[in-house]
């Protein structure tokens, strides 16, 4: 049974850094998609960021020019690196490695963003 596997989140001040991990555990055909969404306290899914098999990147507004996602094929891996934290940013994210008929989620990882 295929599972995703995140790591790399946790507790960072305001302004600072960090890089999310996504890898996938079995063998699976590359994803369409490779995404993240985030869900903050008391609220519903969000995306942040996706890139597609061909290496084009989406962005949520909210992040545009602070984050940067890759996906490493060989790897069945997509990374996110969060820049210029703010504590808005703090939230529980996900990993979305989507295929044309179903999707695996991550686990999820949280994020805190605090002085």
């Known amino acids: 049974q295929v599972q995703l596997v995140e790591s790399g989140g946790g507790l960072v001040q305001p302004g600072g850094s960090l890089r999310l991990s996504c890898a996938a555990s079995?063998?699976?055909?590359?994803?369409?998609?490779m995404g993240w969404y985030r869900r903050a306290p008391g609220a519903q899914h969000k995306l942040v960021a996706q890139?597609?098999?061909?290496?084009?990147?989406s962005y949520a507004d909210s992040v545009e020019g602070r984050f940067i996602i890759s996906r490493d094929n060989p790897k069945n891996t997509v990374y996110l690196r969060m820049h210029s934290l703010e504590p808005e940013d703090t939230a529980v994210y996900l990993c979305?490695?989507?295929?044309?008929?179903?999707?695996?989620w991550g686990q999820g990882a949280q994020v805190a963003v605090a002085s």
């Open positions: 890139v597609t098999s061909g290496d084009i990147e």
């Open positions: 979305d490695f989507r295929f044309r008929a179903y999707n695996y």
């Open positions: 079995g063998s699976i055909f590359r994803p369409h998609l």
